[in-house]
């Protein structure tokens, strides 16, 4: 019998934030956007090395070109840090992941433009989009600290400095109570209309047991 594939089931959990707590996480979101469009201008330009790297390599290679450090003074875009001062290393590295997801699926859907594999014969190119709506990943330790599930404790950036603040969990559903599921890294969702926690889970579906054969036997 094959063994059930893992799934990824996503759970909304609630935030009721303070009014100042809503004004760090508009001011979180709107800085992570920032730096998604800067790395996706990045990592366009230098996609021609970066394209054949694995998720592992991409990363790394990406900071070589505009993270600078003591041993590494001398990068090809010192910009970002300047524009970005103290951006911390887990949002860099999610900014980073979501910046290359978008070249890659920009090169992607141009070639096949190219190669006239197109819904209409007169189907315009596709574009680049460095301004979509995304979300803050949180890594946890790094970004966001778990209290149990009725506070979470998420680094956010005040205008100035990146900060802790605490806020309650109103409202979850109940798959972090199954032990085999695993919690992964949940994004920070806030806007005009809601806040919450977007939060995915590796689950495993349950074994389904071999119905019974029921043998007919004519008299």
């Not at 032990?179 to 939060?199: A, G």
């Amino acid at each position: 019998m094959k063994t059930p594939n893992k799934v990824i089931r996503t759970d909304k959990w609630k935030l009721n934030p303070s009014s100042e707590q809503k004004a760090l996480f508009a001011e979180t979101v709107k800085v992570y956007r920032q730096a998604c469009r800067y790395l996706v201008g990045i990592i366009y330009t230098d996609w021609s090395e970066l394209g054949g790297l694995t998720a592992d390599q991409l990363t790394p290679a990406v900071e070589k070109l505009m993270h600078e450090t003591a041993k590494r003074p001398n990068i090809k875009y010192p910009q970002f840090n300047q524009a970005f001062y103290k951006f911390p290393s887990y949002y860099r590295r999610a900014a980073i992941a979501f910046a290359a997801g978008q070249v890659s699926s920009f090169v992607t859907r141009y070639r096949e433009w190219q190669s006239g594999n197109r819904k209409k014969r007169d189907s315009k190119p596709p574009r680049l989009n460095a301004d979509a709506g995304c979300y803050p990943a949180l890594y946890k330790g790094q970004c966001y600290k778990l209290y149990g599930f009725d506070q979470v404790e998420i680094k956010v950036f005040d205008g100035k400095n990146w900060v802790w603040t605490m806020v309650q969990i109103t409202g979850l559903r109940e798959r972090h109570q199954v032990t085999t599921n695993k919690m992964m890294s949940p994004s920070l969702i806030f806007n005009d209309r809601c806040c919450h926690l977007s939060v995915p889970f590796t689950c495993k579906p349950e074994k389904r047991k071999p119905e019974a054969n029921v043998t007919a036997v004519d008299l």
